[in-house]
């Protein structure tokens, strides 16, 4: 029996793809609609069985509070939020605000699909080594502190850090390559693996992701610092 549902993320597009997808395959989409103070009081005002919540940023503070109005004022609706790859922090707070489920965004329509029948049965929609990890979260929220931003940090190169500055400044692959005295085959590398290491598709997104981590202020304070001096003979 199809699911009556709403589709909600942060791209409209991406909201009415899913919808279609999911019409095609029998069920009753009520809605898609981009994320908002709006969408909260739409799944509210016309509760849906499920709500499919997408979201490019699971570990930003605030992000869950729709799924948290939703929850109180409709707490029949099963909400499966569809997000990137999560920090136990970001799927913690999912589960935290009342989400019953967490699928990749990247998921096949089949596992959004059993995702949104566990749901509306009452069962936690998600993968086991997830929720393993969103538990330890919510037992010991002081194991893991929040330092997105450090932990970014550590995985980059020196090289690949005056990139990434250099990209959220907006030099283009030429102006990289001349101020940093390198081919522009090679700064093309390099700008490619900081994407690759911050999980990101564009250069626009790893600035934005730099900005919002405080990343951004710890490569240029790393990219200013000089080097240790060497010990005494």
């Known amino acids: 029996m199809g699911v009556r549902l709403m589709v909600v993320d942060d791209h409209r597009l991406l909201a009415e793809a899913l919808a279609s997808a999911l019409k095609l395959r029998g069920h009753r989409v009520l809605a898609a609609a981009a994320p908002s103070a709006g969408a909260a009081e739409l799944v509210v005002s016309r509760a849906p069985e499920v709500c499919l919540l997408g979201t490019a940023t699971p570990a930003e503070p605030g992000v869950f509070d729709p799924?948290?109005?939703i929850k109180k004022e409709r707490p029949q609706v099963a909400v499966v939020v569809l997000g990137p790859v999560?920090?136990?922090r970001g799927?913690?707070?999912a589960f935290a605000?009342?989400?019953s489920g967490y699928v990749r965004h990247d998921e096949r329509i089949e596992g959004v699909e059993r995702a949104m029948m566990k749901a509306r049965a009452g069962e936690a929609a998600v993968a086991p080594q997830l929720l393993q990890g969103a538990f330890a979260e919510l037992l010991n929220p002081a194991a893991q502190p929040d330092d997105e931003g450090a932990r970014l940090l550590r995985m980059l190169t020196p090289r690949e850090v005056e990139?990434?500055?250099r990209v959220a400044e907006g030099e283009d692959t030429r102006l990289i390559a001349a101020g940093m005295g390198i081919a522009p085959s090679t700064a093309r590398t390099h700008v490619q693996r900081v994407l690759m290491k911050l999980g990101?598709?564009?250069r626009l997104e790893a600035a934005a992701l730099a900005a919002r981590t405080g990343l951004l202020e710890r490569a240029a304070a790393h990219r200013a610092s000089p080097p240790a001096a060497s010990p005494p003979a």
């Open 163 to 165: 990139v990434l500055v």
């Open 200 to 202: 990101v598709g564009s």
């Open 86 to 88: 999560p920090s136990p």
């Open 67 to 69: 799924v948290v109005r």
């Open 97 to 99: 605000a009342g989400a």
């Open 91 to 93: 799927i913690a707070s």
